[in-house]
Nanobody, 115 residues
């Protein structure tokens, strides 16, 4: 059994920063890719950032230059550093881990950007 747990969400003013963490545990040997998604009620889940085991990363246009995804495979942890946050970044953020052709979702962490 695999568990994925996100943390680090919260409330922040526009222009502020947050760092999300995603920890995988249980029956998982290695992580092939980590992805962060976000979702606003009533809208589909949006892919925000991806990092693969070789270190290559990709971002949605809406967050390029502001968000940085990273991973520590030894710790089975992925991070999303979010800077220059905007009100439109408000959403529930979810981590998805891919390992051995299977993927696992976390329960999400809420980010609220408001003044």
């Amino acid at each position: 059994q695999v568990q994925v747990v996100e943390s680090g969400g919260g409330s922040v003013q526009p222009g502020g920063s947050l760092r999300l963490s995603c920890v995988a545990s249980g029956d998982i040997v290695s992580i092939d890719a980590s992805r962060w998604y976000r979702q606003v009620p009533g809208q589909p889940r949006e892919l925000v950032a991806t990092i693969v085991s070789g270190g290559s990363a990709d971002y949605a246009d809406s967050v390029k230059g502001r968000f940085t995804i990273s991973a520590d495979n030894a710790k089975k942890t992925a991070y999303l550093q979010m800077n220059s946050l905007k009100r439109e970044d408000t959403a529930a953020y979810y981590c998805r881990i891919t390992s051995n052709r299977r993927f696992y979702w976390g329960q999400g962490t809420q980010v609220a950007v408001s003044s």
